[in-house]
Structure formats: C-alpha cells, structure tokens
C-alpha cells in the first residue's frame, strides 16, 4: 500500500493541484445538499487521465467511487474514506446548437482524449460523454430537431448517472433511445455495448450488476419540429413544477415504484405524509419525496427513509425498496 503522501503526489502529478481535493465536502456535491467530506475527491477529464488516476488508486488500495451529479445519492455526514472521482464540469465545451460547428465525431469514436462531459451530433445520433448533464444533452436535441428525449429534460443528473439508473420519467427512459454506451470494463478494457447488453431494467442497468465506469453515451434519436418536442418538455416541467417539492433538496422519488402500487401513495395511506424526524421529513406535497427541509443531517434523512420502509411494511405488508444510493458512513 502506497502512502498517502505518495499517492497524493501521483494525483496531483496527473489531474494538477486543482483537480485533487482534500477533505472535499460532500454537502456541495449532492442534491440533498448534506454529506461529510470525501478524504480525496478528484475531477477528472478525460479516459487517459481516469485511467492514470485509477492504477494510482488501485496500487495505494484505495477505494473510490464515481459520482454524477449526486441526485440520487445520500452521503453519510461522516463522510467518505476514499476517492470520488466525478466527470462533470471538468472540461466541457461551450453549448452550440448547430450540427456545423460540431467536430465531426461518429457515435462510438470519440478519441481517447475527448472530455468526459463533451456532447456530439453526427445526423440522427448524439454522443455524450458520461460527465455531461442530461438535461443539456437534451435541449441540444431538441435544438437540432430530435426527438426522444423530452423525458431526460427535467431529470437534474448527468449521462453516466442516467445510464446506470436507466433514469426515466413520463412516457420515456434511457433504455428507449440509447445505442450503446462505451465502458471501461473491471479488467481495464474498453468497450462499445450495445443497449440489449446493457440489461436495462428498472431502474437499473448492466452497471448496477458489475462495476464498469460510464464514458460515453450515443443515443438514437428521432426527427421532429423543435416547437413540438417544445411543447411535450414544457408540458413536463409543468406536471414537476405542480407535483413535486422541487423548492426542497431531495435525491427525486426516495424508492422505487412496487409493482401494482405507487410508493407515494402507500406511504399516505400509512399515515406518513409531512412525517419528520429533525430537520428532514416526508414531503407534504408529494409523500414519495423524502425532503431535506430545514438543515437536516444525513442521518436524520436516513432515519426518515428507513422508518417509512418500516411503517409502510407494518401497515399494507409491502417493502418499499429504496432508489437513492447511500455512501460513506453515517
Ligand atoms: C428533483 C429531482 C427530480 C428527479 N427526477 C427524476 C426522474 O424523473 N426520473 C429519474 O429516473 N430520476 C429522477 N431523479 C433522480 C436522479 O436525477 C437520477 O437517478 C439520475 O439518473 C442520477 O444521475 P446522477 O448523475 O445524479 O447520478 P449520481 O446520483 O451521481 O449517481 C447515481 C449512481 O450512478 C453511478 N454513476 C454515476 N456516473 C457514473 C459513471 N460515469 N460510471 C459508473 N457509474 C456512475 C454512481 O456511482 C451511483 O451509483 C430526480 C432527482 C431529483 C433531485
């Protein structure tokens, strides 16, 4: 095992002292807007350098983990002991709109050293990379006239994060419109996986199976009229802004869907609806949002996540499983 001196030197050697955090506070990194701090947080830029960092990581015995936009994540306000490593707003390129000013990039080709957050059109198929957010990915859609992703619009996370949890909402998910996505695999390979390898389920993916990293997305899309897909994303942002405590921190709905019931409601019926434990609680306006309403801690969410598991069991015999993703320690 590597000293954390050396390894430290090694990171800093690769990412430059301002990509190498110490003690980064997690609180700024997730949507409930809590968590301790990460012992080493590292925003990394491109796949060469990811893979630097990660043979610097694997010889110091170090434990890391990717990290999106942190919206469907809970940290442990004690933090993380390990590296998070994240892709988003690294090196992104400036936001265009036209195909013309876009490098020619075929979906799967991005080179070896194109940025983890970078967005490509070529015709009917945008390339994403892993770091980019997808509700940019899909305004740049729609500015070019492709249909497909209305849904990703008001979904806060980034592509990889996406792809991982198969993000859905309204009439769509990511299952629908990705072609493949490129993957550095556990023995260090890179792969093109096409979607029906990438196992898409509920909420789920290939990814929650084996710990492969995300680099890059393509997606198929459809042609439409701007003004329509308009019209459909506007129609969306509408039914969230009227249904969902979007002016609270949250990770979005706290559990999955049961089959045949919606936790929401399970969780009113239970009598949980504006339930709080310290400064978190269930939401009033929608009971499947868990809320960080006023200066919760990590534990206090969590506590307010696992009594509802526990009151909705006891009182309709159904276990909510949970869709946010606990990290570090508590
Ligand atoms: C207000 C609000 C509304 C929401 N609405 C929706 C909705 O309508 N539909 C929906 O599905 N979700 C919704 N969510 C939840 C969340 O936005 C999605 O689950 C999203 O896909 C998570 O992406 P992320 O980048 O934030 O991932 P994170 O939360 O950062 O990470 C999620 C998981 O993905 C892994 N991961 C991330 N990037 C990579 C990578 N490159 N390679 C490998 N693993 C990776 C992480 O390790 C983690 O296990 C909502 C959240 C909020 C706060």
Excluded: W
Excluded at 64 to 83: E, M
Excluded at 161 to 173: H, I, K, R, S, T
Excluded at 257 to 269: N, V
Excluded at 296 to 307: G, L, T, Y
């Amino acid at each position: 095992m590597t000293d954390t001196k050396t390894y430290y030197h090694e990171l800093t050697f690769v990412l430059g002292e301002d990509r190498v955090q110490i003690d980064e506070p997690m609180s700024r990194h997730i949507s409930f807007r809590v968590g301790g701090p990460a012992d080493i947080f590292l925003r990394v830029g491109d796949t060469a350098e990811l893979e630097k960092v990660l043979g610097i990581l694997q010889t110091a015995g170090v434990p890391y983990f990717f990290l999106g936009k942190g919206t469907n994540l809970l940290v442990g306000d004690r933090g993380y002991r390990g590296a998070v490593i994240t892709f988003t707003g690294v090196k992104s390129q400036p936001l265009t709109d036209t195909t013309k000013e876009l490098p020619a990039i075929e979906a799967g080709e991005f080179s070896e050293a194109a940025p983890l957050d970078t967005v490509c059109i070529a015709g009917e198929e945008i390339t994403a990379g892993a770091g980019a957010s997808l509700t940019r990915v899909a305004v740049m859609a729609r500015d070019n006239g492709l249909s497909g992703l209305e849904f990703a619009a008001g979904i806060p996370g980034s592509v990889g994060g996406g792809l991982v949890m198969n993000a859905g909402a309204y009439d769509g998910e990511m299952r629908q419109v990705v072609k493949s996505a490129r993957l550095l695999m556990p023995d260090g390979k890179i792969l093109t996986v096409s979607n029906n390898d990438l196992r898409f389920g509920y909420r789920k993916s290939l990814l929650k199976e084996i710990p492969a990293v995300a680099l890059q997305v393509t997606f198929r899309l459809t042609p439409k009229e701007p003004s329509a897909i308009t019209e459909k994303m506007q129609d969306f942002a509408n039914r969230r802004l009227a249904k969902q405590p979007l002016e609270y921190p949250s990770a979005g709905s706290t559990f999955k869907r049961p089959e045949g019931h919606f936790a929401g409601q399970l969780i009113e019926e239970a009598g949980l609806r504006g339930y709080t434990v310290g400064g978190a609680g269930v939401s009033e306006k929608h009971c499947g949002f868990v809320v960080n309403r006023d200066n919760a801690s990590a534990a206090e969410i969590r506590q307010v996540i696992e009594d509802v598991q526990a009151k909705v069991l006891a009182h309709s015999g159904i276990r909510l499983e949970r869709e946010v993703i606990f990290l570090g320690e508590f």
